[in-house]
């Protein structure tokens, strides 16, 4: 008998599997959302499925059982699962269904409208539906209070939807909201904002559900924007030399392996000038200073679905040969643009990157993710006019790197010495193969 464990916090969005059907190790049995993609959960083993517990909507924490594989028995998981629910919405389908009932086929009324005019659905549902150009004001959504989920976009058949299904701007101003009172509320327990007005939806304005991921965000920034004192160190370095490695490198590779970005190289960079600076590598928690003995460097990566940013981990950076980084990498932020991210993916980061360089940004400054001590924001590397060693005019490729530093952790003088360690090794680059 083997247990279904989810790994991480989220909202159960949809059963793939029912009690009694054979599974092989890694068939997905479920999707839940995060709050930084929707994650599948997968069967431990080979078997059958002998239980599953836990209601379409509700909130699991990372821990909670919520099935077994093996013979039949659903008394354990279900029991499991019930002291790990964090609290289930007031609408949520009855706590008594068996799993089979979360298959059950849209209803024909469009539940997916909110009462405000809001449409609900996942972000994978929304990717979806932008590429497919699906309004999603058509589709029946079979998720939590009829919230649209991947298989509703994906089975969307336009014909089966009657006119009546979606609501007239009038219907939208009419309904009362009590957000609109301009009061406080909890966006989704993770922060408390005092919001203006919402405006009514209408021809001129389309209302979106505030997803997960930017939830998270939200909390995250402003808790740094407004309680971490951040001082900023930016650097100009020559890139040339680190280009001039890269293009001989992936000339070496050929077509037989992962090519190695820019990116991997400054990635690589900072794990080692981290090494240096291990003070940089700490948390701060108030009373205490954690630091960090392992380097794990957080990627920023922006969804394919363009809603938000993901910080993937590439774990023991300064360790790891950068062949191998530049791999986990682009397996990582390949997952993390079409939101399929593992739940390991996203753990562990001690201090992060940001790289706005293939936008054509010149430079920038990053938000510091709490309780990291800092966070680099890379931009473009550019052709300009320099002056060489020999006093000489000539054109170089240089690059801004710009260092975010919470003082409370670090001083000037340290993050100015971080920096010059930093400009050192992309300007000697042979040393990140070392």
Same mark, same amino acid.
């Given at each position: ?13 949809n ?48 821990? =909670? ?6 013979a ?8 499991a699962?019930?002291s ?19 298959? =059950? ?22 990717? *979806?539906?932008?590429?497919?150009? *699906?309004?999603?004001s !058509? ?7 009829? !919230? ?16 009546? =299904? ?14 609109t ?12 904002? !005092? ?40 650097t ?6 680190? /280009?001039? &490695?890269r293009?001989?490198?992936n ?5 037989k ?12 960079a900072? %794990? ?5 600076? @291990?003070? &940089? ?13 392992? *380097? ?29 980084? %530049? ?10 643009r ?32 709490? @309780?990291?001590a ?18 000489? /005019? ?6 801004? *790197? ?19 360690? /930093? ?8 040393r990140?193969?070392?």
């Open positions: 008998m083997a247990d279904i464990v989810l790994s991480m916090d989220g909202l159960l969005l059963w793939l599997k029912q009690v009694g059907d054979t599974v092989k190790k890694g068939d997905i049995v479920a999707e839940f959302e995060a709050d930084k993609a929707t994650v599948e959960v997968e069967a431990p083993a080979d078997g059958t499925i002998s239980a599953l517990s836990g209601d379409i909507g509700q909130e699991m924490k990372a821990g =909670a059982v919520i099935g077994q594989v093996g039949a028995n659903g008394n354990g998981a279900a029991a699962v019930e790990a629910v964090v609290s289930a919405p007031a609408k949520a389908a009855p706590a008594a269904a068996p799993a089979a009932a979360s298959h =059950a086929p849209a209803s024909s009324s469009n539940g997916s409208i909110a009462e405000d005019g809001r449409v609900k659905a996942s972000p994978i549902a929304r990717n *979806i539906a932008r590429e497919k150009g *699906i309004d999603l !058509r589709v029946a959504g079979s998720g939590p209070n009829g !919230r649209i989920v991947k298989s509703d976009v994906e089975n969307f058949a336009p014909s089966a939807v009657t006119p009546e =299904a979606k609501p007239t701007p009038a219907s939208h101003a009419a309904q009362p909201n009590p957000e009172a301009g009061g406080t509320f909890d966006a989704g327990q993770v922060a408390l904002i !005092r919001l203006r007005p919402i405006p009514a939806a209408g021809e001129d304005v389309e209302l979106l559900d505030v997803s997960r991921m930017r939830k998270a965000i939200a909390a995250g920034t402003i808790e740094s924007n407004q309680q971490v004192p951040t001082f900023f160190v930016t100009e370095m020559d890139l040339d030399p680190l /280009l001039t &490695l293009a001989q490198l000339a070496s590779i050929g077509d392996g992962v090519k190695f970005s820019v990116n991997d190289m400054i990635v690589k900072a %794990a080692l000038a981290l090494r240096q600076f @291990p003070n &940089l590598n700490t948390h701060y928690y108030g009373e205490k200073l954690a630091r960090n003995t392992h *380097i794990n460097i957080g990627i920023a990566v922006a969804p394919a679905n363009g809603g938000g940013v993901i910080y993937v981990v590439a774990k023991d950076a300064d360790k790891v040969s950068l062949s191998t980084l %530049a791999s986990s990498n682009k397996e990582m932020i390949d997952r993390a079409e939101l399929k991210l593992k739940p390991d993916d996203t753990k562990g980061a001690t201090f992060s990157t940001s790289n706005l360089g293939p936008y054509d940004v010149d430079q920038f400054t990053a938000v510091i993710n709490p @309780p990291e800092g966070v680099i924001a890379i931009g473009s590397g550019r052709k300009v006019p320099v002056v060489k060693a020999d006093g000489s /005019l000539g054109v170089g490729t240089r690059i801004k *790197i710009t260092l975010s530093v919470d003082h409370r952790v670090s001083d000037g003088a340290e993050g100015g010495q971080f920096m010059f360690a /930093l400009k050192s090794l992309i300007e000697n680059p042979m990140l193969l070392l």
